[in-house]
C-alpha cells in the first residue's frame, strides 16, 4: 500500500553541518530520527555563504543542485573545478572525497540528497512544471520537491498541495501515476534499495 507524507517547509529540521561550517535544512531522512552518521538517506537544502571545504560523509554518494543563488565552483577530489548553477544538471559525485566550493557571486542555496552506498542509489531530475504532467514513479521511495511556485498533486484519488520548499514523500510507491498540476520548478527524487 502506498504510503504519502506531505513535508512542510515550516517542519523541516534545521541542524548545523556536519563540520560546523554552516546550517542545513533537513526534508526527510531514513530511517527516521537517523543522525548525520546512520542515516540509508537523505534529503537537505543548505545556504553556502562562504568558500570552504564540504563535511565529508564515508561510504555516502550524493547529487548537488543549486536551487536559489548565482552559483559556485566546486573543486572535486583534484579535479577541474566545475561551476554548478540553478541552469545546471544535478550533480552528483561521492561525499567521502575531498570536495571545497568556491562562490564567485555571493550566497546560495542547494539541494543536497544523500544515499549510503551499500544500501541505495538514487537519480535527482530537474523539472520545470506549466499547467499538468503525469509522471511515473520508477523507485519505492520518490519524494516532489516544488522548489518555487505552487502544485497540486493527485494520486489516485489523495490530493496533495505543495508551496514553495514543500515536498511530497511517497513510500512503496514503485509503478504509481503521479499528477502533477501548477505551474513550478520542483525537482523529482527517487531512491532505490540495492
Request: hydrophobic share 45%; aromatic share 6%.
Amino acid at each position: 500500500m502506498i504510503r504519502a507524507t506531505v513535508l512542510k517547509s515550516s517542519a523541516h529540521r534545521r541542524m548545523p553541518w556536519k563540520n560546523g561550517g554552516g546550517e542545513t535544512i533537513e526534508i526527510a531522512v531514513s530511517p527516521e530520527g537517523a543522525t548525520l552518521s546512520d542515516f540509508g538517506w537523505r534529503l537537505s537544502m543548505a545556504t553556502v555563504a562562504t568558500d570552504g571545504p564540504f563535511s565529508i560523509f564515508a561510504g555516502i554518494d550524493r547529487t548537488l543542485s543549486i536551487l536559489d543563488g548565482n552559483g559556485m565552483w566546486l573543486t572535486i577530489d583534484g579535479a577541474n573545478p566545475v561551476l554548478l548553477t540553478r541552469d545546471s544538471a544535478p550533480l552528483s559525485f561521492p561525499a567521502d572525497v575531498d570536495v571545497s566550493a568556491t562562490l564567485p557571486d555571493g550566497p546560495i542555496l542547494d539541494l543536497n540528497v544523500m544515499t549510503w552506498r551499500k544500501g541505495f542509489r538514487h537519480r535527482v531530475d530537474r523539472v520545470d512544471a506549466d499547467s499538468t504532467i503525469t509522471v511515473h514513479a520508477t523507485a519505492p521511495t520518490w519524494v516532489l520537491l516544488c522548489h518555487a511556485g505552487a502544485l497540486t498533486v493527485d494520486l489516485g484519488g489523495q490530493h496533495a498541495d505543495l508551496g514553495p520548499k514543500d515536498a511530497l514523500l511517497l513510500e512503496q510507491a514503485k509503478g504509481k501515476v503521479v499528477i502533477v498540476s501548477g505551474k513550478a520548478h520542483c525537482y523529482l527524487i527517487s531512491i532505490d534499495p540495492i
